[in-house]
Each structure stands twice: as C-alpha cells, then as structure tokens.
C-alpha cells in the first residue's frame, strides 16, 4: 500500500468516526429536548434512517446515557417504549480558576448543582506551585462524600486570558505565570477524566446560549465587564473560535489613544478606560480631588458606585456614562462587523441601568448601519450568578460537538 492509499484510508475512518459522533450528538440532543420520545419519532425528527438511530440508541442506553423509560400507548393501541435521558445519573465538576477565587462545583448533566466549594487561592509565584494548589483542590473535593461515590464524567476549567480549547493549552493569562501549559494534559494524567479548558467569558457566551438570553438566538455576542472586558461570539448557535481559539478580544481595542498603557503592552485598550476597577479609581480619584458624591470614599464599593450612578449621583453617573460610551463605541464596531441579533451584557455594571443602556443604544444608532441596529436586542444576561455555569457550559458542548458522548459510560 502507498502513502497515498494510507493516508486516504485514515481519512476515511477519521470521516466516519467523526459522522458517527455527530449523529449521536443529533440523537442525544433530540432526546433530551423532547423527552419522553419514542424511536419512531426520534428518527423522524433526525431524518436518520430508523436502523441507525436503533444502534445509536442501544449504544446511548449501554453507556447510561439515556433510558427506556416508559410505556407510551400509540394511537393504534400498540404500545412504544419512549427514551429519556438518563442525565440525573451523569456528574461533571466544573471549575473557575478565578483571580482571587477558586470556585468548584459538583453538577449532574441536566444542570443540577449538587456541590460547590470556594477556595481564596494563596499567592502564586510559580506555575508548578498553582498546578500542585489546583490539583490537590479538585482531588479534595473529589473525595469527599457524596462525591466519592460517584463515578466523574468529565472535569472542565475556565480562566481569563488566551486559551486553546483544542489543544488544552492556557496561552496566556495576565493573572498567572501559566504562558503555553498544557493543563489539559497535567489533569487527565492525574485524574484519568475527560478534562477541557476555555476562555471564562467566551464560555460564559455558550452558556447564555444554551440556558439563558440569547437560548433560541442563532446570532448573539456577550459582553462582560469585569476587572476587564471580555467578548464571546456565537454565530449559527456555536462559539466563534477561530484558528487562534481567541476571538473577540475586544478589551483591547484602542479606545483612548491618550490613555493609559494596558498589560498587553499597548496604549488605551478598552479595558483600561473600562473595568469595575477603573471605574471605581476614577471615582475615588474625582473625591478626593473634592468632587461631590453621595459615598462615602473609605467605605464605598463598585456596586455603590453603580448604584449611586442609577439613582443620578451627577459624578457615579458621569463616570459610570463615560464608561458606557466607550464600551457602545466598542460595541458598535462588533455590530458592524458581524450583524448580530443580541447583545448580552454581564457584570455588576448591570446595576447601572438606564444610563448603561441608554448609552450604548445611542452608539449603535449613530455608529451602525441601520439594516443592522434596527432589529437588534441590547439586553442583560439571563443565567443566575453562578461562576461555575460556564465551565459547565463547557462540558455541554463537548458532548453536544465533541467526543465526550462517545467517552461517558455510567
Ligand atoms: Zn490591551
């Protein structure tokens, strides 16, 4: 056999194993939306040819995916065995490798938080100090009852920064010495579980578009100010990723070419005229340079601030305001490029309110072509505050998209 035959052939079976992976995704995904659901209708549904959803189905059923779960009476007084599934008995551990925070949680596959656990992480000085802390975190909540009794599907993990989802590659953080380490690699080896790693608000996108505003939107993008800000964009119900696994960086972006240098190295990024902390100096600054403000400069916080801007405290409002220029300016650009139907905003600037909305729909009016912003939604997320429901958003989509269907048996 030559090189060429070879090389085909491995393309073939790599063909067919992917086709098969993304019919039991279809099958899987048909049966959690619709259950109960019989195999007649879930082929009909799929347009699967009945034998192949057959097969997919016992494999699903093998692999305590799905179950029989009842006894339907058809209409000709025959009776069909429906499936449901069986995601009750499927745990996953989520995790949000925060700045400050770790955060841990224990979820069954239907999106049931059964455990959580937050831990302050201790100053990290070197990658292999932080990788031992993480490690030796996870393996402590593993075991401790009810966990220890159940099998873990799957582990994934969130962080700021650059991230290579499909290499399981942390490429750059501005938090931790963790430039291009395979943390993937360092957590399946240790625990010997399905383990995947994304960019926190890129997955915080997919989360909204699986459980929150943007649920039955094909086109969305999520906007998150935090200590930075952050873009996740999701085209035709799936996460933009890129070759580079990094679109929409959006927090560097030159806003204030007079601004201030940012940690990327460049002058006036978004994120350094935009972030909680940002908003908070400037405050702080203007109060002590003898600004009148309802707060109290020792004693305030960022959600004072934004409060105090909702409630027409002239300075918070004026800040807060200047702040959602800059982000509407950011925003309109996003618009134009790429015609979304949402927007989401995350982050306790929400607590601003009109002045935050205002704002920025007064941006996209002047700064977007008007076949784009005149069906638009601004809107704020729709999830619970929950750190974790990213990560778990994760693992949602490697079973949806991925091959973690195929490596679950119950
Ligand atoms: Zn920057």
Redesign the pocket.
């Known amino acids: 056999m030559n090189t060429v035959n070879h090389d085909t052939m491995q393309t073939n079976i790599a063909n067919i194993e992917q086709i098969k992976q993304l019919n039991s995704a279809i099958i899987y995904k048909i049966i959690e939306q619709y259950a109960p659901i019989s195999r007649v209708k879930t082929a009909k549904i799929s347009r699967l040819a009945p034998a192949s959803v057959t097969k997919i189905t016992r494999q699903l059923i093998e692999n305590g995916l799905i179950a029989e779960v009842e006894l339907q009476a058809s209409t000709g007084g025959r009776r069909a065995i429906s499936l449901a599934p069986n995601s009750d008995a499927v745990n996953v551990i989520a995790i949000k490798l925060g700045q400050k925070l770790l955060s841990i949680a224990h979820y069954n596959l239907s999106g049931i938080k059964l455990m959580s656990k937050q831990i302050t992480i201790p100053k990290i000085e070197t990658s292999a100090f932080l990788i031992d802390f993480l490690i030796a975190e996870i393996a402590k909540f593993m075991t401790q009852p009810p966990l220890i009794n159940e099998k873990i599907s799957a582990i994934s993990i969130t962080l700021s920064g650059l991230v290579d989802p499909k290499k399981g590659i942390v490429v750059y953080t501005p938090t931790y010495p963790l430039d291009d380490y395979s943390l993937v690699n360092k957590i399946e080896n240790t625990f010997n579980i399905p383990t995947f790693i994304g960019n926190h608000t890129r997955c915080l996108a997919l989360a909204e578009n699986y459980f929150g505003a943007t649920k039955n939107t094909q086109d969305s993008v999520l906007i998150s100010v935090h200590h930075g800000v952050g873009s996740g964009v999701i085209i035709e119900n799936k996460e933009l990723l890129g070759k580079s696994c990094n679109i929409g960086?959006i927090?560097?972006i030159?806003t204030n070419p007079a601004g201030k240098r940012?940690?990327?190295?460049?002058i006036g990024?978004?994120?350094?005229e935009v972030s909680d902390l940002v908003i908070y100096d400037k405050v702080k600054e203007a109060i002590n340079a003898g600004s009148d403000c309802v707060l109290n400069v020792n004693t305030m916080n960022i959600d004072d601030i934004y409060l105090a801007a909702a409630s027409g405290d002239k300075l918070c409002y004026t800040i807060t305001q200047q702040a959602a220029h800059y982000l509407g300016k950011n925003i309109a650009i996003l618009v134009n490029l790429l015609s979304p139907e949402k927007i989401v905003i995350t982050g306790k600037i929400l607590q601003a309110g009109e002045v935050l909305f205002s704002t920025i729909a007064d941006c996209i009016k002047q700064q977007t072509l008007p076949n784009f912003h005149d069906q638009l939604i601004v809107t704020s997320t729709e999830l619970k505050p929950d750190l974790t429901i990213a990560a778990f958003a994760l693992i949602k989509q490697a079973i949806y998209e991925g091959d973690l269907l195929q490596r679950i048996k119950v």
């Open positions: 960086e927090g560097h030159q940012c940690h990327c190295g460049n990024c978004l994120e350094t």
